[in-house]
């Protein structure tokens, strides 16, 4: 486990916990404190500050990387050449050529990778995008990831250079690849246009973002990301299909609310800001926020020798959909997802389907109204002409 | 009143409900059939298809414009010119060009004018722009607006040359204009972007957009309006402030729940989709739509000799925000907002306030960590630097 | 309009907003300094704290009783006296007997009488009432009606002597006719089994009671009411019946959610606990309590020479079942409801209705069990053996 | 594990999911054919018909039970003669008579003895429970547990004989066992009021019931269970205390929302009762369901020697509880809860405490008005008298 912070804190918790068998036994920090804390409060037989050491252990198979993001590289170069197999949290690199050099890096050295984008294993997206496989909702249109909150817990997200960014990166990554699982990996994302402000903090980077992601079928993917958020953490989706709908609420709205005149004795909700009033607590975080399936696929596919659900390739996709982000932002119009290495599908879809209705007119809607009569709108196949009937 | 379509007969509902001193006195359709209808339904003494008549009918001193959009010129100009108050359905115009026109023409000759734009006064709208302007959100950054359903009820809305457009004249202009009211009508929209496209329906116009519209204080308004939409009406509001969230559903989830297994007798529930199953009913629809306060608002604003809460002016800046998006939909890039007559402020916002934490720093946040301490993201205000701490 | 207190203030509200003809001519209240300012604040030309003065004004036609429940006989006497219409707030008495001298007056005096149960009129009631009338839930099993809040404004409702009693008094009055409205007003209310005690409050009536109410159809009318309840106003119906369900919540989740860190200047949000952190507004609460609907029915029912949809002799009836209610929680078991003037049916229903399978067994339940079979259970209709099938 | 039905297949699922190392080594099931395909479908070495050979199998050193209730004393006297823990799905038995014969069997052969009460280990609930023992809720007043649905799925819950009950057996035991969680274990119940009745289906054992049982602290814990239920399957908990509120909704509204107008291909979503329109799925049920946290705390009891949260006693308890019901829905009073074998305090509550607010008054209640003003209920601590008064 390289990384002491919130997210390794988080990973272990997820690891260790309901009687797996696959344990941590190494923790590496660049602090020895914050290393020696996370060992003692976890059980993990050794720490180190070394990173090399860490990664090189003899009983260390995989190596799970949750470090600042300007860390990926190194991390991953060191695992890879190394032999072993990688995990790595999200974003995949600060831009697309530094994730295409870490998928490389894993590729050559034939190691197991995966990518730990832990919201597309959320219970309810894995469960929303079986049912859009079944084609629950018909060809998908449109879909809305959105995450907002206060702002993240550590000094290096803050600033650009070691993120690569601000509220995009941090979570725009979740919100793209959450949307690439309903419309279809292998449909390409061709193009992105996006506004991203510095509406309140008195940073360089962006604190609020909202972009619209275009795909071959015609789908569009909505993200729209804050650090500016009041209120806890929104964490939703929702799916537009020609056949149907689905709205996901994965943490501020899930059938659990309190209210508190008191507040709790030593506990203060995550997230929350406000500690009486309202609130809306979470069951199971590690289990609703994707931790649970989300090892279980990584390890899994590796006992099996089968490639996990999101691996170093889309984090890959992910880093250059980010990258057309931010230069739309900045070009102020819509600019195309760069590509090198395109490994789905490049079918472009040919627009709306035409319904037959009689050998004159295509069916545009038909609707019952209020007095029990079915209403028909048809257009004319020759002349164009849009007309209304009742059936 | 001058229409005997769904909307004129919602109207009629609304005016005539709830023993309201103001009456129909005279309906005008283009069909004799459904002005008769219309007349008998709701006991209104006279009709005519003539809308000239009807204008100048002696017992009516207010005429509602109830028509389809390419008819709001020709009656408007009829009402102006025989000295009577106009309330008008929206949109406007098809355009700002149109809307102009009609601005000019009750200005012109000095007769009270109404835009009857519901959805600004629903109940739900009112109370929330009224805590917003109460200062419980602070500076507002962020609105989403949204209306989708499965398409409108008569064939001249799905006709771009009769209505002006599609899904963004039709519901986009509602969008609109809500956020314009939590953001604040003196505030100048400024540039607008926008994805429309037509994804489903064989028609010409867009049965999809999405346009995120910039304003002068830097906040963005976005809208999503759709005739593709599965599962009914969704109408939903969400504010983002500096200090607070507002989320708002209108239509589909408020608070009232229905299963049935076996459906009713003569009865389909309205822009409900299924008879059957879980079903979502609004209580008072006219009500909750904003019917109710909007003719409240209307008839005390004529009898008070006041202006009403949204007039022909707020029905151009509606369409020429509109005429930028269809502008913006085609360049592909950011489209300034053309108002040649703008009435409110020309200032504009210098971007996030600086916090300061001690004499080096700002304060980007404080958050409570889960062991009690307070920990602070601090910028040192000459090097720029982003450090924590704990407090 | 006797009383110039916190009901009546609404009451003037509901009277006289939305242009509404009928306009409050003489309010009275017990004190000169409140009868004086709701006079100005509604711009009611005359006021006085002489109970006959008022309802013997000659501009008034008809009283409205907005009164502590002490004062109701006194009030109606004077009013069925002097022949005018009497509209009178929840409770009708204090108990059966008191509401039944009440009934005999108004009905001695032929004048018009309408009981103001505003909770039967909320719009999501009226339409929940609707469909179950047109079939939408099959036969009604089992209504629960929940009204909690932290308490009441006025000292007179805590002192069991001037108001009758406690929770079930002022909340269960609600509870009992909103079920009689889907269980249907024809059918008797046979026992009665009650729950009351005193959890926190230091009173002598009961701050939290629980009641079943046994009809004769073999539904189950269930009410819980509570002055304890922490978090704002818990206004909530379910209904069950053999085909269907329907939840209502009428105030804490009607699709309005504000988180706000900094509350509003000069403004606390009513009976919400808290000015911070998630609130909870309802958009238009006059309409959303049933005022607008409860008035138009009464006014236009008087207008009509119809009954209202509630009149006294609901009233007695809810009486009746309250005071069985207060006898149960004593005895500790079912106790009959007395009604000495009945005025519905007397049918009793015979129990579950048997459905038919084949000739030799009933069907108990059938099911799609995972693989896509239909799994039956099934009564043996001679030796009554129950058993299950592959269909 | 004995049993090859539907609950046992949900264990094994639990119990064989995410890494855990806890294998089923044997399946009994008294048909053959549903033993092996259990053995198949989720690679178990060992099956039979032969319950002792199950029980004895070498492999084996933890038996649970899945078997319907009939033959729960039977296995639960084979594991412990055998020396074996036993883990039970509820109830525990048919009535205490036999779950407490069950205690003392395991409790004799000194055999670890865990109760799968898995509501109780709900992730919402364990937070919940937390929160409530952390003191945001301050003293417990009521808890309201509600399970409703369409009815069971094996022939022999509908008989009365070999369940020992109907809807109070199958699903009261869970509402029950969840309201001691809330009001604390140690806490006496006392008393039971119960109406039960066979309102839909032509069986002898009861289809929906409802209870209020009290406990020594005052608290009244209300059950409402039913097989009548149409939509899906109700699991809901309302807890109130003196100084908040907690609402829990485990399945029917968690946050994901599906319209389909199609369904979806080979596949129909569990319990739901209709493949189109709105469904409402859970993401992962098994640990929305509490199996998960259920099996970690059995098996790591077991490793650790300690005991798990939920026991063979409790499961006496709750069946003492539910002969209560039994007894009440016959005698049509409130009866006591016979507990011959009582582990708890015996403590009973000394009702409300009195707030004292100067020297001559107690306060009732303290709330600001809309005028900004806080208004003061007080009671007289010599005469009674309630007083209020302006602060």
Known sequence: MLGGGFIGDFYIHALHGHRRPDRVQVVYSRSESSAKKVAERHGIPHWTTDMMEAVNHPDIDTVVVALPNFLHLE??????????????????????AEAKEMLELVEKHGVFHGYLEDLCYTPKTLKAVESVKNGALGDILWVRAREAHPGPHSDWFWNKELSGGGAIIDLGCHCIEIARNYIGKDVR?????????????????????????KYASGAIAQFEVSWCFRGGMDLRDEVMGVEGTIFLNHFLRTGFDMYTAVGEEDYVAEKAESATGWLFPVGDEVNSLGYDF???????????GKQPMETFYD????????????????????EPVELEDWRGSDEVSGGPQLIEFDKDHYLIKEEMIPDGTVKLILKDKVTGEIIQKIK
Chains 1, 2, 3, 4 share one sequence.
């Not at 989300?294 to 099996?304: C, G, L, V, Y």
């Open 75 to 96: 991390a991953v170069r060191m695992a890879a050449e190394a032999g072993k197999a990688v995990l790595i949290t999200k974003p995949l690199g600060r831009n697309a």
């Open 189 to 213: 994302p061709v193009e992105v246009m996006c506004w991203a402000d510095t509406q309140v903090k008195p940073i360089e980077a962006e604190d609020h973002a909202i972009a619209l992601v």
């Open 294 to 304: 989300m090892f279980t696929d990584m390890f899994n596919a590796m006992d099996e």
């Open 315 to 334: 984090g890959y996709v992910v880093n250059a959909i980010m990258d057309a982000c931010y230069k739309s932002s900045e070009s102020k119009k819509w």
